[in-house]
């Protein structure tokens, strides 16, 4: 049992050993397999790497290449660039050195020119100055006279002469200033009655407004002065708002446009809405009866004499002359006193009594439009009369009753007559105020001859002239060229005192009406 034991026991282990060398070799074939294997994909693996090293490394110096071809393009068109730029340059180097080389050539020629130049002015200057040593010599020789003998005596020659005609001249201004002294006392004398003359003047170029409170004044002047300016600027007078209470002085010298300001003025306090707009519409309402009072005073003035026949146009520009003034008398008061006066002496000495008082009631018709017509008044007076076919006795009397032609007729020297007794009566005219009228009348009519010039006021007593000019025609450049123009006419043909500041006005307006 034991020996069956032992063999079963010998035959298990020989078994196991037999197994276990067969597992073995098993595990070493399957492990050669896998290895074969490995090697083979390894192999397999490098071999991919070294394809896909030898591709990069390829396409990289395929790279390199263009890169290093991209580099030298754009190097070398730099570099034309820059030769192209040197050779500018070089080209504008070589001009300018054309340029020197020539200036340097031209100077040298005019140095070379001005030294042969110089040489021969200074041969002329040698020339000269022996042939006048020469000349000197030959005279002294003639005279008998040295040159300081000769210098001497025709100082002394001279001196003489020039003694005689600073004498005579002396004699001749000391006559010519004796002749003129007169004239010139009576001018300064005159400019200084004027000056002083303010109290008349005031009198009868102003006009006092009442206010019913000082609060109105305020609304008058408006918001930044628009209301105050408005006004002034379409009626052409000025308007003096101060510490009088509850009163408005409007000063113009023009009468007409003074009362035509004042009915504005008025008409805007009563009626209490005051704004630009409103000032126009009261401004031409106020024209409007103005021209109504003027065909009035005409009416009036015919009414007076018993004048009769006149054209209708006539007895507008006598109502005219009711605004205007003659060395402080008034025009029409005093027409009508003329022709009283010659029908008074024509009556007396049997002479035709209605054309008397005709001719006096027409004799200063041309003063009613000599601020806007050029000529005389007696020259206006005879052409209005012409036009409107007076008889020629009338307009000869107009004619002469200034001695502008002698007169013919007895109806003539009745209106000379009679205007001179009107005129000369005591407290009839004060000359100061004509003249000073006269002077700024003058000034508009030397402003308003300017192209371009709208309308031309005078103010503030002559001190300053106030222009609206034509937006269309006048820019604002050519402002400032006409406003010295202006000021130097009016330097040149005008006499005044003081200053006068020339204003220009230059306004745009756009007017449009909703529908």
């Not at 408006?222 to 009163?247: F, H, K, M, Q, S």
Request: net charge negative; aromatic share 4%; charged share 35%.
């Amino acid at each position: 049992m034991l020996p069956y034991i032992i063999g079963a026991i010998l035959g298990l282990v020989v078994g196991c050993i037999v197994g276990a060398a067969l597992g073995w070799n098993r595990r070493k074939s399957t492990a050669e397999r896998e290895i074969g294997s490995a090697e083979e994909e390894a192999t397999r693996i490098v071999n991919e790497a070294y394809k896909s090293a030898e591709s990069k490394k390829r396409e990289a110096l395929v790279e390199a290449k263009e890169e290093i071809l991209k580099a030298r393009n754009e190097y070398e068109r730099e570099e034309k660039e820059r030769r192209a730029d040197l050779q500018k340059q070089e080209r504008r180097l070589q001009q300018k050195e054309e340029n020197l080389d020539r200036k340097t050539e031209n100077m040298e020629k005019k140095e070379e020119h001005l030294s042969n130049r110089l040489a021969k002015l200074e041969a002329t200057q040698a020339e000269a100055e022996q042939l006048k040593q020469e000349q000197v010599t030959k005279l002294e020789e003639i005279s008998g006279y040295t040159a300081e003998e000769a210098k001497a005596y025709l100082l002394s020659q001279l001196e003489a002469d020039v003694t005689h005609e600073s004498a005579m001249k002396i004699k001749e201004i000391e006559a010519r200033f004796k002749d003129e002294a007169d004239t010139r006392a009576r001018e300064i004398i005159s400019l200084a009655i004027q000056r002083c003359a303010a109290d008349h003047v005031a009198e009868a170029t102003v006009s006092v407004v009442p206010l019913p409170n000082d609060e109105m004044k305020g609304r008058i002047i408006g918001r930044e002065g628009r209301n105050i300016r408005t006004l002034e600027t379409l009626t052409g007078v000025d308007l003096i708002i101060d510490d009088t209470p509850e009163a408005i002085t409007v000063s113009c010298f023009d009468p007409v446009r003074r009362e035509i300001a004042r009915l504005a003025l008025e008409k805007l306090i009563l009626d209490g809405r005051i704004h630009p707009a409103r000032i126009e519409e009261m401004v031409e309402k106020a024209k409007r009866e103005v021209d109504a009072t003027i065909k009035a005073e005409g009416e009036r003035a015919i009414f007076e004499t018993n004048v009769h026949g006149l054209h209708p146009e006539l007895v507008k520009l006598l109502g005219r002359m009711r605004y205007r003034t003659s060395y402080g008398q008034n025009v029409l008061n005093h027409s009508i006193e003329v022709s009283h006066i010659a029908g008074l002496l024509a009556a007396e000495i049997g002479a035709n009594v209605a054309e008397a008082k005709r001719a006096g009631l027409l004799h200063d018709l041309g003063k009613s439009i000599d601020h806007e017509v050029e000529g005389s008044h007696v020259t206006i007076g005879v052409e209005l009369a012409r036009k409107y076919h007076e008889s020629e006795a009338v307009i000869h009397a107009i004619h002469a009753h200034h001695n502008d032609v002698e007169p013919q007729t007895v109806v003539a020297c009745l209106v000379q007559a009679a205007d001179a007794i009107s005129a000369a009566r005591p407290g009839a005219r004060r000359e100061n105020l004509e003249n000073y009228i006269k002077r700024l009348e003058k000034l508009e009519e030397i402003t308003s001859s300017f192209p371009g010039v709208e309308k031309s006021f005078a103010i503030q007593a002559g001190r300053e002239v106030r222009i609206m000019v034509k937006p269309d025609q006048v820019s604002e450049d050519q402002m400032v060229l006409l406003a010295r123009e202006i000021a130097k006419k009016i330097e040149d043909e005008l006499e005044y005192p003081g200053q006068i500041k020339v204003n220009l006005l230059r306004e745009t307006k756009a007017i449009e009406y909703a529908k």
